[in-house]
Structures are given as structure tokens and as C-alpha cells.
């Protein structure tokens, strides 16, 4: 009997956040591909999957669909624990609908505009012709705008301390020479913020104070 109501709470608890749980079955599969593959084919093959200006010219909507199935370290646990904390909840509260519109409002802007600034830098000669091909993959523009939005599901005052630690954590790396993926996790987080309108109406916001079971619904 315990079995069986463990399982039916495993259950339930993916059932909670399909979305996220699949995605990191996905992650988990081209993870392991990318570990068989030899050293030298992977990062050309990682390259023709990425949101760098050289493929984004060629088929942009199959790149930025394609960069979010892959991770570029090759270490997929890191992700299911960030997944686990921050996606799955955000699910949750927002209903998967509203939580891939979240994810796809911070990855693709986030995605068009860095690249967009590595253009300029290009063509005013401060960055080398050869960035066209810079590898740009993995999640982490997504996951940026989620931890942003889930800012709203925290009560104020609580709220101003986790927004102010979330910005801090995305705009320090800038002060100390930011390359094309850092201002594309700030823009991230900034699109994650400006969901608002996504939240409204998706349940009281959790206090601190009270019961964890306060994030469920």
C-alpha cells in the first residue's frame, strides 16, 4: 500500500508540471548523445544547432527550437535540480500554457536581441568576422526568464529581496568584461519580469512565513 501511494504521489507530482518533466527527459537523451559523440563532432554539431548569426540566418525558427534541446556542458544533472526548482513550480502556478509562453518571451528575444549586438560589435569592428559562428546553446535563457517571473509569486516585501538578488545575480557578470550569453541572460530575465500580465489571477501570492504548501495551485 505505501508503494502504491508513493507511486501515485510520483505520479501526481509529474502530472503537476508535464512540461517541465518532459523537457528534462528530452535534455536528458541528447545529453547522452552528446556524450557518444566524438570530441571533434560535437562541437560542430552543437554549432548547427545554435542561435549564433550564421545560422540564425539560414533557418532561424529551427535554431532557437533546436538550442533549447541541448546543453551545451554536457552535464545534465545541474539542470534537473534547477528544473526541479524553479521550473517545475513555475508550471505549477501558471499552467503550462502560460509557463512555455514565459519560457519562449525570455528565450527567443533574449536569443535575437545578444545576437543582434554581436552583429553591431562585427560591423564596427569590435568583434572578429569569425562570431558569426560562435556557439550560443542550451536552456539557460529560458530558465533565466522563470526564475525572473516567479518573483511575482512571492509576497511583497519578501518579493523586492528575491527580484533584487535575481538582478544582481544577472547584471554582475557585466561588470567584469560580459560577453554576448551574459547580456542574453539579463534581457532573459528582464522579458520574465515584464510576464506580469501572465500572472494576474493565478492565486495568492505565497508568504514566506507561511506553509511550502502555499506554492501549490
Known amino acids: 500500500m505505501r508503494i502504491n501511494r508513493g507511486l501515485s504521489g510520483v505520479r501526481a507530482y509529474l502530472r503537476g508540471a508535464p512540461g517541465t518533466h518532459v523537457w528534462l527527459a528530452v535534455l536528458f537523451v541528447t545529453t547522452v548523445a552528446l556524450h557518444s559523440m566524438p570530441p571533434e563532432f560535437e562541437e560542430n554539431f552543437l554549432r548547427h544547432r545554435s542561435t549564433n548569426l550564421h545560422e540564425l540566418s539560414r533557418d532561424p525558427v529551427r535554431v532557437l527550437v533546436a538550442s533549447a534541446m541541448w546543453i551545451e556542458s554536457g552535464h545534465w544533472l545541474p539542470y534537473a535540480f534547477l528544473y526541479t526548482v524553479f521550473h517545475a513550480p513555475a508550471e505549477r502556478w501558471l499552467g503550462t500554457a502560460r509557463w512555455l509562453a514565459v519560457c519562449a518571451l525570455a528565450h527567443v528575444p533574449a536569443s535575437l536581441a545578444s ?68 547580456v542574453g541572460h539579463l534581457l532573459a530575465a528582464l522579458s520574465g519580469l515584464a510576464c506580469y500580465p501572465l500572472v494576474r489571477g493565478r492565486g495568492k501570492a ?3 512565513k507561511e506553509t511550502p504548501a502555499g506554492l501549490r495551485g
Open 115 to 182: 545576437e543582434a549586438l554581436l552583429l553591431a560589435a562585427i560591423r564596427t569592428g569590435r568583434a572578429p568576422l569569425s562570431a558569426v559562428d560562435t556557439l550560443d546553446i542550451g536552456v539557460s535563457y529560458a530558465l533565466a526568464g522563470v526564475i525572473a517571473v516567479l518573483g511575482y509569486r512571492i509576497a511583497a516585501p519578501w518579493r523586492y529581496g528575491y527580484l533584487a538578488a535575481v538582478l544582481a545575480v544577472f547584471t554582475l557578470p557585466l561588470a567584469a568584461g560580459p560577453t554576448v550569453t551574459d
Open 206 to 208: 505565497w508568504n514566506p
